[in-house]
């Protein structure tokens, strides 16, 4: 049976690096797959305008076209700055989305992240998609954003992943969505860098006898 899928990213280009294969995986098998912004990913860049902003919500456009992602959501809240909201500020609208589309499975963000907005969202969606009586969230994932999971305080909550998604025949999809948002890629040895995340997807997959994989720490699995 097709099951709904929504990627709770705090900023555009997080579902790609997070879970890129893994949506295209999903949608390769069937299933329907949304995505939601938080965070607008530019209003905290010094200089940045409508500009800037317009430029990211096309390369976000152009990858949802290339993993297949249904719908994608912005829900347009200050860039690096979702701390000083009241927490209901970012819980509310999210509930609305995961009440209209109703989601089987979440992917987002670990909160042992450097990036605030990631734990933000990681704490929006543990609070939105609490396991009510009659809730559609059936399980929920975590994933690591290079560039933020990797560079935070050490012991700070690391990232121990539980389980791995084989995503070998859509290793050269996630490239192509990665390569939409050029703008937010770096050129190597940084850890945000196309070839370093590629590299990751192997190393990854070398680990647990896949030719490439995208790893997850379980947040819930209801069955």
Known sequence: MSKVVLVVAAHSDDEVLGCGGTI???VDEGDTVYAVFLADGI??????G???LNKR??????AR???GITKNYYLGLPDNRLDTLPLI???????QVVSEIKPHIIYTHHFGDLNVDHRIAHQAVMTACRPLPGGSVREIYTFQVMSSTEWNSPGYMPF???????VSSYLEVKEAALKAYEHEMRAYPHSRSVSHLIALAQHNG?????????????ARLLR
């Open 65 to 67: 076209q290339i993993l």
């Open 57 to 62: 919500m096309e390369a976000s456009e152009h």
């Open 160 to 166: 121990l992943p539980q389980c791995a998604v084989d």
């Open 50 to 52: 409508v500009a800037e």
């Open 206 to 218: 070398a680990m647990h006898g896949f030719m490439a994989a995208e790893v997850f720490m379980i």
């Open 89 to 95: 500020e970012v819980i509310q609208p999210l509930e």
């Open 43 to 48: 209003s905290s860049r010094e200089g940045a």
């Open 24 to 26: 295209a995986r999903h």
